[in-house]
């Protein structure tokens, strides 16, 4: 796409704004994957960004909001877009009322180090996941048994069908499992998020088996002190891959690529059943199901292996492969290219399909590019 000089011009009149025409989304995003938008926009303020997305809103022209890059695929070459990076990153954390105030640039991580440092209890399930504090509502993050939406109290947005700069109630986004109504919508933009956090310096109570296991807890819904519960989850994570390390290849991609599926108890029955006749007795007695609203919830993990698609798949040579940690990640071993990624995802939905009849949906936005396109 051709910049259009006059509104990169004004984008740069705005205080706190930088922008560039260099910067491609192979740079900004986990998976290193992605072409060159129009411009880069970089917001160093709340008040930065509402200016900039209401000038780019108001030109009419294609807007993406970028954090950590870390749950995006984006197209390969040219991209009809202009790219709104959050770098305000203020965090205040009130140890007293337990209190949390993050903007959207904060990483993630952080708030939760912060947070736990504090002596403050409730999102240390969370630690390790990559990206920013302002897109943790855009599909409530979760992982080991709890989800931000636990704790979200209040967001600020951008709101820009209104152009308004105002706070909302958590329970305006409708969070739900991965989503929210913001989450493929882009109708706001999270300026700032607030946690309402435990001050006895406790955890959450532990409601995921393996985590509960790893530090001995003795029974159902128990709480440790929060920085213990961080520490064994960020061990946990990196056994997986699932913490960034810029030199481990088995972390450059976006997390978990697809969703745990959910699906009617007769469907469920039904790959039971499959993964008898296959497997035998004791892998279909031991198949990962719970209950969940709408029906059961899958292993999207579990059942990826089990049709055919196991760790490090298909070879060492590929420039795309599921991690050798962690099945459900996608990785970019280093020369890839956004087509290598959507070649080998649609392989494994339709393996997965195939064998179980089950569609696995993707987890992270796609922009430019289409898993059917
Ligand atoms: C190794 C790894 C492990 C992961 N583990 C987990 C996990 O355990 N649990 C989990 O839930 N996720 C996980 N993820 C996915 C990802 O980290 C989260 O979804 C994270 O919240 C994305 O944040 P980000 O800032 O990188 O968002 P980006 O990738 O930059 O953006 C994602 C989407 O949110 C939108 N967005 C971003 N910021 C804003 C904002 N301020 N306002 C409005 N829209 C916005 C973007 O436009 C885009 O549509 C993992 C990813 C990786 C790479």
Known sequence: MTPDNELIRRLGEIDAVRVDTETRLADLTTLRLGGRPAATVRCASPEAVCAAVGLLDAAGVGVLVVGGGSNLVVADGGLDLYVV????????????????????????????????????????????????????????????????????????LWDRARRVDEWVPAASLELAYRWSNLKYSGRAVVLEIELQLACD??????????????????????????????????????????????????????????????????????????????????????????????????????????????????????PVRVSTRHTLALTNRGGARTADLVGLAREIRDGVRDYFGVTLVPEPVWVGVELDG
């Open 201 to 318: 310096g406790l955890s959450a109570p532990l409601r995921f088996g393996a985590l509960a296991r790893a530090l001995g807890a003795e029974h159902a819904d128990e709480r440790f002190p929060a920085a213990q519960v961080r520490e064994e989850v960020l061990k946990l994570r990196r056994g997986k891959g699932m913490v960034l390390d810029a030199a481990d290849h088995d972390t450059w991609s976006a997390g978990s690529f697809f969703t745990n599926p959910v699906v009617d108890a007769e469907t469920a029955g039904a790959v039971c059943d499959i993964v008898r006749a296959t497997y035998g007795d004791a892998e279909a007695d031991g198949m990962p199901r719970y209950a969940a609203p709408g029906g059961v919830k899958l292993s999207a993990a579990w059942l990826i292996e089990r049709a055919g698609f196991p760790r490090g798949y298909p070879d060492a040579e590929a």
């Open 85 to 156: 990076v959050l770098e305000c990153d203020e965090v205040s954390v009130d140890a007293a009322s337990g209190l949390v105030r993050a903007q959207a640039g904060a990483v993630w991580d952080e708030v939760v180090a912060t947070s736990v440092a504090a002596g403050l209890g409730g999102i240390e399930c969370l630690s390790g996941i990559p990206g920013s504090a302002g897109a943790t509502p855009v599909q409530n993050v979760g992982a080991y048994g709890a989800e931000v939406g636990d704790r979200l109290t209040r967001v600020r």
